[in-house]
């Protein structure tokens, strides 16, 4: 049950119980007096024409934040799929100058300073942050990698393993962002229908 639901149910409740409660003291004490009687039907019925116009206006609220919320959603979705598209493409050339040059330890150590010089003056990690939450946190991580792979190790085989991680985490970045492309074309489709 959503928290919305419980505080309509409260609301109605209230209400219900409100007119119940002015309906039962005007029954008793003033139902001698045709009067007072009348007067007591108009605050029922005032009660209740209050009730409803404040749900009609509650939900017509709801309503319109909801449909701003869109609105806003869609507005960004450029920016945001700009970025991606910019992300994926820097991340294809890191992969490819990765691959490249994973023969050479000196060499290897001198790529993934390269490799982290060309994640921080491109922006990618600020960028990440536009597309989501995930890739922000895969980018960042690839930039950890990137930071400790440069320490010098005892033997190539764990270089290989660094430069393997290296390779994975930007396959990992690179698929998480064409999943995210993916989705907000789907909500611009839908949202468009």
């Not at 609301?11 to 309906?23: D, F």
């Not at 920016?79 to 820097?90: G, P, Q, S, T």
């Not at 490249?100 to 001198?110: P, V, Y």
């Not at 993934?112 to 980018?139: F, G, H, M, P, W």
Request: net charge negative; glycine share 6%.
């Amino acid at each position: 049950m959503k928290k919305d639901d419980v505080i309509a149910g409260l609301i109605v409740i209230v209400g219900i119980l409100t007119l119940l409660l002015t309906w039962i003291l005007i029954s008793q004490h003033f139902i001698k007096e045709n009067d007072t009687f009348i007067a007591g039907i108009s605050l029922v019925g005032a009660i209740l024409g209050g009730v409803i116009s404040g749900g009609l206006t509650l939900i017509g609220v709801k309503m319109t934040i909801s449909e701003n919320n869109k609105y806003d959603e869609i507005k960004k979705i450029p920016n945001r799929f700009e970025d991606a598209d910019y992300l994926v493409k820097c991340l294809k050339s890191l992969l490819v100058q990765s691959l490249g040059n994973q023969d050479d330890q000196i060499k290897s150590n001198k790529t993934a300073r390269e490799l982290q010089n060309i994640l921080d003056s491109k922006n990618l990690i600020v960028k990440s942050i536009n597309v989501n939450y995930e890739t922000y946190l895969d980018i960042r991580h690839l930039r950890e990698i990137l930071m400790f792979s440069r320490l010098p190790s005892q033997d190539n085989v764990s270089d290989e393993k660094t430069y393997g991680m290296i390779d994975a985490q930007i396959l990992k970045c690179i698929s998480q962002i064409e999943k995210e492309i993916d989705k907000m074309i789907e909500y611009i489709t839908e949202s468009t229908h």
